[in-house]
């Protein structure tokens, strides 16, 4: 049972390059989210996808773009990295946008730009 | 605004003891409270929640948590600790509306032999 995967796992990235974290989940989910996770500050959401076809930003999402590409697959673009990137990404995913969903988490991306 | 609040960066016990992980929650509306683990190098997943109903909620991996509204507290507990229970912990609240979780900032737990 795959869940969410993410690839990649590890990147390193020169200040000013872009890039994309894909993410695909395979429990036909209809909601997925984005998070970044630094060190002392916990989870804190970039942008979110209630359904294919929107998405909307949460509470960090400058520096970033997401594309819903289909309901499997919720992709995150950095155009022009910054230092302050710099982060562990998750994405995850849940069945409805009830508040009370449980989320499933894929096992994360970890970013450096230098 | 709502807020999450975990006490303690850091929890230390030894292999048997009571394991007690402080989380306070801040909110004008009735909150839905979690408790999410993350393993190294793994992803978050969910321990236990509370939605309404039964204010003790029972989770996996033999935690519990209480919700008490007068604490405006979550504290979650687990009577013996295992040295696989070593672990972040991760409180969360949403409220009525979209799955917006509320992170707190964590609490690592070591456990020692």
């Known amino acids: 049972n795959a869940g969410v995967t993410q690839t990649p796992k590890f990147q390193v990235l020169k200040t000013g390059q872009s890039m994309t974290l894909q993410c695909a989940q395979d429990?036909?989910?209809?909601?997925m989210y984005w998070y970044r996770q630094d060190p002392g500050m916990g989870l804190r959401l970039i942008y979110y996808?209630?359904?294919?076809?929107?998405?909307d930003k949460g509470e960090v999402p400058n520096g970033y773009n997401v594309s819903r590409l289909n309901k499997r697959e919720f992709s995150l673009r950095l155009e022009s990295a910054a230092p302050s990137q710099t982060s562990v990404y998750f994405c995850?995913?849940?069945?409805?946008?009830?508040?009370?969903?449980?989320?499933?988490f894929g096992s994360g991306t970890q970013l450096s730009v230098l | 605004a709502q807020s999450v609040t975990q006490l303690g960066s850091h929890v230390s016990v030894s292999e048997g003891a009571l394991v007690l992980l402080r989380c306070n929650y801040s909110s004008s509306v009735p909150p839905y409270l979690f408790w999410y683990v993350q393993y190294p190098n793994q992803g978050l997943q969910l321990l236990l929640k509370y939605t309404t109903g039964a204010t003790l909620v029972k989770g996996i991996n033999g935690f519990e948590a209480e919700f008490k509204k007068s604490e405006t507290s979550f504290h979650l507990t687990k009577p013996s600790a295992h040295m696989s229970d070593a672990a972040e912990y991760f409180c969360a609240v949403s409220f009525t509306g979209f799955q917006k979780l509320v992170f707190g900032t964590g609490t690592r737990l070591l456990v020692s032999p």
């Open positions: 429990m036909n989910h209809n909601s």
């Open positions: 996808s209630a359904s294919e076809g929107t998405t």
């Open positions: 995850a995913s849940s069945g409805g946008t009830s508040a009370n969903e449980k989320l499933f």
